[in-house]
């Protein structure tokens, strides 16, 4: 059993940086790839970014690609999400996730356990 508790959102202006920051519970977090989601008002959950359990391998949605960023401290048991040159259209809940070890890495039915998730608001 991992619990997740994702900290960091808040409101920013455009173009402006936050750091996701997302705390696992349990000795087992670096077995887990991790990931973060997001999920604007009245759109599905969409994927934002992946690292594997070393942290040598990343995935990133084409729409943040070059301005964010993610890694983990498997020492700290946490995955990171730097998010730079924010646009309004970043803005929604940010939610990380584990892996469940099959699936496709960007599909949200491939995770096993979810944050409660945090508000990123991204003003004009």
């Known amino acids: 059993q991992v619990q997740l508790v994702e900290s960091g959102g808040g409101l920013v202006q455009t173009g402006g940086s936050l750091k996701l920051s997302c705390a696992a519970s349990?000795?087992?977090?670096?077995?887990?790839?991790m990931a973060w989601f997001r999920q604007a008002p009245g759109k599905e959950r969409e994927f934002v970014a992946f690292v594997n359990w070393s942290g040598g391998n990343t995935y990133y949605a084409g729409s943040v690609k070059g301005r964010f960023t993610i890694s983990r401290d498997n020492a700290k048991n946490t995955v990171y999400l730097q998010m730079n040159s924010l646009k309004p259209e970043d803005t929604a809940v940010y939610y990380c996730a584990a892996r469940a070890g099959v699936g496709t890495y960007y599909q949200p039915e491939s995770y096993l356990y979810w944050g409660q998730g945090t508000q990123v608001t991204v003003s004009s």
């Open positions: 349990g000795r087992t977090f670096s077995s887990y790839a």
